[in-house]
């Protein structure tokens, strides 16, 4: 029979995950104006960095569309490195948030759902996505994604990362990212992504080393 601690930690661990999903929710709505605070303090400062890294997958020649463009930080330094990149949101205030940034740089972004986008078929050489929600893993979207993909294009996705040290600091943000589903193990990532996408899809998994972490990028190529 399980002690009285066991079953309390058990529904505090519930709890805590209820409040972390509704944090997150919130972070793409009501509190969409704290998010890059958030970000900011949840990745040491980092987090614009690791979602730069995504450029070393992309070329100038590439025609991009990025999905979840959030409060539009990498989307505004792709427009200054000169890429053309085109992005979209579901969330109101990060429409918003991303306009105001963005001002009249690159093409309208626009505020759609990420199943019915509003483009034409194979329109793109990568689909971008950083971080992103539960949608990207998806039958719909991943059938979107391959609806506006080139023929040999490709949907690159930034899924999590992973803390390499050892060290106090990075053992509680290694807990807490797995809580937030952003950090897995190789042997997890591996196993999560063919369970996620099905072993049928052209899938790489790619761990980039940035500082003290690994960033886990999925490509997944258009047939």
Not at 80 to 98: A, F, P, R, T, V
Not at 144 to 157: D, M, P, S, T, Y
């Amino acid at each position: 029979m399980p002690s009285m601690r066991f079953v309390y930690n058990l529904l505090m661990e519930k709890k805590f995950k209820i409040f972390v999903s509704w944090f997150l929710k919130e972070l793409y709505g009501s509190l969409a104006y704290g998010y890059d605070i958030v970000a900011f303090v949840v990745s040491f400062g980092n987090w614009n960095y690791w979602t730069y890294q995504i450029k070393k997958f992309l070329n100038h020649e590439d025609k991009i569309l990025e999905v979840g463009i959030g409060t539009g930080i990498l989307h505004k330094n792709l427009i200054n490195k000169k890429y053309q990149i085109y992005g979209c949101d579901l969330s109101e205030k990060m429409i918003k948030i991303s306009s105001r940034r963005l001002k009249d740089k690159g093409p309208k972004i626009l505020r759609t759902n990420n199943i019915n986008l509003p483009f034409k078929n194979r329109s793109f050489t990568k689909i971008i996505a950083t971080f992103p929600s539960e949608y990207i893993f998806s039958e719909d979207f991943l059938n979107e994604a391959q609806r506006l993909l080139k023929f040999g294009g490709e949907l690159i996705v930034l899924l999590s990362v992973s803390f390499v040290k050892n060290d106090l600091i990075s053992l509680l943000y290694r807990n807490l990212y797995k809580i937030t589903g952003q950090s897995l193990s190789k042997l997890d990532s591996e196993r999560v992504i063919r369970d996620l996408f099905g072993s049928n899809l052209d899938i790489k998994l790619i761990w980039e080393p940035y500082k003290n972490v690994e960033l886990c990028f999925v490509t997944l190529k258009s047939k």
